[in-house]
């Protein structure tokens, strides 16, 4: 019974390896329903395990009257038991850190989404600035009379927009 909870430890340790890779993979996926599942088994897992380890031991120290000659075949057993409960507190510990790591992924994603659409807004609104003074229709600007004030305006706008897009393309924010 003992070296199936030794297995079982070895498949959880595959799954949480498994885990932490996802989450520090480069795809937005939302592991959180995941990380607590398995934390989930880890702590029934633990629970099933720790009890037994005070009763085992009883057996390999030989107070419970079971004969010299089976006193090693108990030595092992606890030693096995220990292994693995040693194995399964590792596992809760490491699990422990999984949700940080992920909401601090999660923050991550949410400011490079934040610093595109800060990137956009400041690209879209400089031609917006441009055409609203325009479209405040005063009376003298001397562009209005003048035969290429439309196509400089349209120009001056393009090429605003067009920096900074190069700008935030230079500095990772698009």
């Not at 019974?1 to 070895?10: G, P, R």
Request: charged content about 25%; overall charge negative; glycine content about 4%.
């Amino acid at each position: 019974m003992v070296d199936s909870y030794t297995e079982a430890a070895l498949q959880v340790r595959t799954d949480l390896t498994a885990l932490e890779r996802r989450v520090f993979s480069p795809d937005r996926e939302d592991l959180t329903e995941e990380i607590y599942s398995l934390k989930r088994e880890v702590l029934e897992f633990r629970d099933a395990v720790q009890p037994l380890a005070p009763v085992v031991q009883d057996f390999a120290d030989g107070r419970t009257g079971w004969p010299e000659e089976a006193l090693p075949y108990f030595a092992d057993v606890a030693d096995h038991l220990h292994r693995t409960d040693t194995e399964v507190r590792s596992l809760d510990e490491l699990l422990n850190s999984a949700p940080a790591a992920h909401l601090a992924r999660v923050g991550t994603w949410q400011n490079d989404d934040m610093r595109r659409i800060s990137a956009w807004a400041a690209i879209l609104s400089s031609p917006t600035l441009i055409a609203g003074i325009y479209g405040m229709n005063f009376a003298h600007m001397p562009e209005l009379d003048w035969r290429f004030g439309c196509p400089l305006t349209l120009t001056v706008m393009a090429t605003v927009a067009g920096l900074l897009h190069r700008i935030f393309r230079r500095n990772g924010w698009l």
